[in-house]
């Protein structure tokens, strides 16, 4: 097997590649128990997302072909706590600007899983972020992904259900959080 290159990328640079991240997010979010969303869903979401000054990105790459990708964006307002069926400590959910990165979506091309390509791309995606934390949502029916967030440092918060007008792929999540210790942000 050739040998994977993962590096954080700009948002320039994932602009330039959208069409390879759509494809791929569809290859790996179009298999039950995973909720897709359409490709012209999905491309806003990308569009919207590249236009904000705290999106991240990381790309994985074997010979020229994209592998693996993940991105996501600096949380601006505490929407993203909503629906945890489950008291949290209090202030948990107060965001402000550089408290919480959220990793939106990480995937990986089937043949590349269990070869340490998302432990690289979260690294790569996370190292150097400005933010104290970072979260993400999976769907519960994932077992294996609660394994590896669960295995890669990532604390469970609790089970979330959506808010019924916010659009996301799941009813359910289960919410995840990580200090990333090299957050400036305060209030």
Same mark, same amino acid.
């Given at each position: 097997?050739?040998?994977?290159?993962?590096?954080?990328?700009?948002?320039?640079?994932?602009?330039?590649?959208?069409?390879?991240?759509?494809? @791929?997010?569809?290859?790996?979010?179009?298999?039950?128990?995973?909720?897709?969303?359409?490709?012209?869903?999905?491309?806003?979401?990308?569009?919207?997302?590249?236009?904000?000054? $705290?999106?991240?990105?990381?790309?994985?790459?074997?010979?020229?072909?994209?592998?693996?990708?993940?991105? /996501?964006? /600096?949380?601006?307002?505490?929407?993203?706590?909503?629906?945890?069926?489950?008291?949290?400590?209090?202030?948990?959910?107060?965001?402000?600007?550089?408290?919480?990165?959220?990793?939106?979506?990480?995937?990986?091309?089937?043949?590349?899983? %269990?070869?340490?390509?998302?432990?690289?791309?979260?690294?790569? @995606?996370?190292?150097?972020?400005?933010?104290?934390?970072?979260?993400?949502?999976?769907?519960?029916?994932?077992?294996?992904?609660?394994?590896?967030?669960?295995?890669?440092?990532?604390?469970?918060?609790?089970?979330?259900?959506?808010?019924?007008?916010?659009?996301?792929?799941?009813?359910?999540?289960?919410?995840?959080? %990580?200090?990333?210790?090299?957050?400036?942000? $305060?209030?």
């Amino acid at each position: 097997m050739s040998e994977v290159s993962v590096l954080a990328v700009s948002a320039g640079d994932a602009a330039k590649r959208l069409v390879e991240i759509g494809a @791929l997010y569809q290859q790996v979010f179009g298999v039950p128990p995973n909720v897709a969303e359409s490709p012209a869903q999905h491309r806003a979401s990308m569009l919207s997302m590249l236009a904000d000054p $705290s999106f991240g990105c990381a790309l994985a790459d074997c010979a020229g072909e994209l592998v693996g990708f993940a991105y /996501g964006y /600096g949380l601006k307002s505490g929407r993203w706590w909503d629906g945890l069926r489950d008291p949290v400590p209090e202030g948990f959910t107060t965001e402000w600007e550089g408290r919480t990165f959220v990793v939106i979506d990480i995937g990986v091309s089937a043949r590349w899983r %269990r070869h340490r390509v998302g432990i690289q791309l979260m690294e790569a @995606l996370l190292a150097g972020r400005g933010e104290q934390r970072a979260s993400l949502g999976v769907i519960p029916a994932l077992e294996d992904s609660a394994r590896f967030y669960a295995a890669t440092g990532w604390d469970f918060v609790g089970r979330q259900d959506s808010p019924p007008d916010a659009g996301w792929t799941s009813p359910v999540f289960d919410v995840y959080v %990580r200090e990333l210790g090299t957050g400036t942000g $305060s209030r």
